[in-house]
């Protein structure tokens, strides 16, 4: 039977039966409301939600366990140095943009950010999308005032609406249906393109943007995707059969798990495995608002068996740290626990030296990742956000010399990015000001790297040379 435990005025499903687990005998998906739970929204109609929320939970999940397992294999070879993780897209997803134009967009320009990467650092790499999820957004305030008006802030399209007006700005449970549909119809296409040799190594001309065949980074891309068909061609006629690793490859989807009663719906006790996994997504991350030790979304993040990330930004001590990675992953599991960095050019060489000797001296296995975006956002003189590309690249580039002064490895990179022709983050090969802001400026909530400036970053990863221009490393 199911009933309900009241949480900041709604309430949410629980099921008695999965309070059992052997790992976890204190923990179950809804034990996360014993404790505050902050970047919460408020639904006006308590019934409305628990109703939505039962019919959630009766939905098959959108990612199975078997794929979960594999990427966190994934995630501990690149811990050991063995691999390296690419993680990029959206910002914040938008319903109106689900559609088969910008998913294939987005997978286009992480393959071919993927494939630059192989080819500089040979070694695989591991492939994941903001996307099919990231429907949820933390705000610094509760409310937003314009002229004289004060209404709830926009949190993202799967609480309620980016129109500044009352009845858009209240939080709408039907949002939680209309977010799993549009997370399950870019799972589906995403693996469909895929499965159906979209991502063939033996065809990159597929991933062309056509917007960008003027630029030199084009240019430098076409010589890399021809020095891999080659060889690629020279292995198969050696060996005599074709190299079928290379025809596909695996690709997963990222989000903040930050609205805890859409996690917890989609959170499943499987008999096979003996454990709890959040199977929205493949790969859940906790954002530095919602990190305290004893908040809702460390008690559930704790519990659930998927590889999951933390934000770590300057505010967090070594102490908080800590304690953090030893109630995360008190088992130390490879590839279980992620910890991406986002300091701020201005802050790094202070702040990434001292979190890297804190994890060490707890023995803990994590797998270090660079967030060289939002420590890195700025708000020009006319009020729009952006983020300076060079700002970008000098966070980034004193990450890889931080780790390697001190012995450890920097396994991926986290981006906010498009394939889309924005002009969001200024810099880069075109040379962007504030003034080339308004020209595309599409972001609802932080601005993205175009295609170009995602590019020239890979390539600086990878050891290529952009345009008058210096390798990363």
Known sequence: MLYTILHRGNTVWHDPKMSRSPSHQSWHPASWQGRVAGQQPTYPDPAAFDRTLASLGRLPPLVTSWEVERLKGMVAAAQRGEAFVLQGGDCAESFDECSSENVVQKLKILLQMSVVLLYGMKKPIVRVGRMAGQYAKPRSADTETREGQTLPSYR?????????????????????????????????????????????????????????????????????????????????????????????????????????PYEQA????????????????????????????????????????????????????????????????????????????????????????????????????????????????????????????DNIIAELEAAFRVHQEQGSYLGGVHLELTGDDVTECTGGARGLTDGDLARAYKTQVDPRLNYEQAMEIAMRIAGRRPPSAPPLA
């Open 266 to 389: 989609q959170t499943r006790f499987l008999e096979h495995r003996q454990r709890w996994y959040n199977l929205s997504t493949h790969w859940p991350w906790i954002g530095m608002r919602t990190a305290e030790l004893d908040g809702a979304h460390v008690e559930f993040f704790r519990g659930i068996s998927n590889p999951v990330s933390v934000k770590v930004g300057t505010g967090m001590s070594d102490e908080w740290l800590q304690e953090l990675v030893q109630v995360l992953n008190p088992q130390n599991e490879p590839g279980r626990l992620s910890l991406i960095t986002r300091f701020g050019a201005g802050n790094i060489e202070e702040h990434l030296p001292r979190v890297i000797r804190a994890v060490r001296a707890v023995g803990a296995n994590v797998l270090w990742v660079c967030d060289p975006m939002h420590g890195n956002t700025e708000t020009t003189a006319e009020g729009m956000k952006t983020r300076r590309f």
């Open 156 to 260: 993202g399209d799967l609480v309620n609406r980016s129109a500044f007006s009352t009845g858009d700005r209240v939080p709408d449970p039907e949002l939680m249906l209309r977010g799993y549909e549009r997370a399950a119809l870019t799972l589906n296409f995403v693996r469909a393109l895929v499965d159906g040799g979209f991502a063939d190594l033996h065809h990159p001309e597929n991933w062309n943007l056509d917007w960008v065949q003027h630029s030199p980074l084009a240019r430098e891309y076409q010589e890399v995707t021809r020095s891999i068909t080659n060889a690629l061609e020279f292995m198969e006629t050696v060996s005599g059969r074709p190299l079928h690793h290379s025809r596909r490859v695996d690709f997963y989807c990222s989000h903040e798990g930050l609205h805890l």
